[in-house]
């Protein structure tokens, strides 16, 4: 009479580890989340930051992650002292000071940071080891509402974000008699030096001289190296230890064509690889063409946007007209064809449309193409095909700015690589999928239980 009654305690037991390990076990087989976007949005009178995931299942919007934010939000990604991934937001105040708010993306809550001494108009960040890089476009003259020449800036991530080293690009007069000013705009990091971009504007930013590519220690002690590039130069990327910026040409408008430019950071040498007008023109809308994004896959596969405001539909200049309507391109090529050839590739996507915001960014971990487009942001795939369009009522507004980031809802942990962040392109790392090892553990488990429970009830038949 024995025998039945343990069948029956053996059995409820092994129920309840089944079920336990079922409950416990994450699907092993699902896929987890995938990088994400952390992205900033504006209407030019208030904004907001919210992120983007993609999953199995699509892509997932949290909108309105950050209320509100100054007019002139704009959002960044970098690693701090420990190789946590941390969001931040400068918020422009057009005064000597933005305000920047530095998050834990587990935590949107309350900001780690908010600092108002890192400069004035923040255009770009990067970070390696314990410091984060960051240029400015513009600096104030004491503390005045006169609009100065921008900076570079180190900010120790490991003692308390403070600011511990700068260097301000001084105003200069050209051959014409003008009085120059100097605008940061991107920072990329490269085997142990730092490199700044700086546009150089006169008359106010209605010229351009050439910009410049400056070489730093990482104290930001100026090499004495630099390098001349495209006319009011935007972005920049490095491939290869060569860096490629693309520049607008000139004033932003309908009448000014740019390039795309490379540096060899081994000998400071620049050339132009392409003349965007020359080369990158849109047949059903010629005109002007500026270099307006660039970025690259791991692999060498290289992403350009070009174009141009060319006025409103009906052709019309007058008033803001001229930014109604931006006539863009983007194209896929490779850096060995741009380097070798100037070969801007093939055309993934062309644009007819009105805004403000042009951009690209590649994202390495599920090779999606990011793209602002205007008001709009674009998720493409590593050939440049179209996976999904987000349009401002999704995104809460506008888009102003987006950056990648490896996993926004498990930051922490990883190397850090000193990769640029520049662009908003995260390092790679913070941490791994562990989903199949954790079944495999609890398949384990219930394999040892199982034999325990059988052997247990094979002794007590045998008695």
Not at 3 to 22: C, N, Q
Not at 52 to 71: C, D, E, M, P
Not at 266 to 284: H, L, V, Y
Request: with cysteine.
């Amino acid at each position: 009479m024995e025998v039945p009654v343990l069948r029956k305690r053996y059995s409820f037991v092994l129920s309840v580890i089944f079920t336990l390990a079922l409950l416990l076990q994450p699907p092993l087989f699902s896929a987890p989340a995938s990088a994400d976007v952390f992205y900033a949005v504006s209407n030019y009178s208030t904004g907001s930051a919210g992120n983007i995931t993609k999953n199995a299942g699509g892509f997932s919007v949290k909108a309105n992650l950050v209320n509100n934010l100054g007019r002139d939000a704009w959002g960044f990604s970098f690693r701090d002292a420990g190789g946590n991934e941390r969001a931040m937001v400068r918020e422009y105040r057009y005064g000597p000071n933005d305000t920047v708010y530095i998050w834990d993306p587990a935590n949107w809550k309350t900001p780690i940071v908010n600092e108002s001494n890192f400069g004035s108009n923040i255009h770009a960040v990067t970070s390696h080891g314990q410091y984060l890089f960051a240029v400015t476009y513009e600096g104030y003259f004491n503390g005045m509402s006169y609009q100065d020449s921008g900076e570079i800036l180190r900010i120790d991530t490991a003692n308390g974000y403070k600011a511990d080293k700068r260097w301000q690009y001084e105003m200069f007069t050209n051959s014409l008699g003008a009085t120059c000013s100097p605008h940061g705009e991107a920072v990329v990091v490269y085997n142990g030096k730092v490199y700044a971009l700086f546009a150089i504007s006169y008359y106010g930013v209605s010229q351009y001289e050439e910009s410049e590519l400056i070489e730093f220690e990482m104290d930001l002690t100026p090499t004495g190296r630099k390098a001349k590039v495209g006319k009011n130069a935007l972005r920049m990327a490095e491939y290869g230890g060569k860096v490629y910026v693309a520049a607008i040409g000139g004033y932003q408008g309908p009448m000014t064509s740019g390039n795309i430019c490379e540096v060899d950071l081994a000998t400071m040498t620049s050339k132009e690889i392409i003349n965007c007008a020359d080369s990158m023109q849109n047949p059903s809308k010629p005109g002007a063409v500026s270099g307006y994004g660039i970025s690259f896959a791991k692999d060498g596969t290289a992403y350009i946007m070009v174009g141009s405001y060319s006025g409103s539909a009906d052709g019309n200049m007058g008033g803001n007209d001229k930014y109604t309507g931006f006539n863009g391109r983007i194209f896929v090529t490779t850096a060995e064809a741009l380097s070798k050839i100037g070969d801007p590739g093939e055309v993934a996507a062309s644009y007819y449309d009105s805004g403000f915001s042009w951009d690209i960014v590649f994202d390495e971990k599920d090779s999606t193409l990011w793209c602002m487009v205007g008001k709009a942001l674009e998720a493409r795939d590593k050939n440049g095909a179209l996976l999904r369009r987000f349009e401002p009522a999704e995104l809460g507004d506008n888009i102003y700015s987006v950056a990648v980031m490896d996993d926004l809802e498990n930051s922490g942990g990883g190397d850090d690589d000193g990769g640029d962040d520049g662009n908003g392109d995260s390092s790679s790392g913070g941490g791994c999928d562990s989903d199949a090892g954790y079944g495999f553990v609890c398949v384990l488990l219930f394999s040892f239980c199982l034999t325990r429970v059988m052997r247990a009830q094979g002794r007590k038949c045998a008695k």
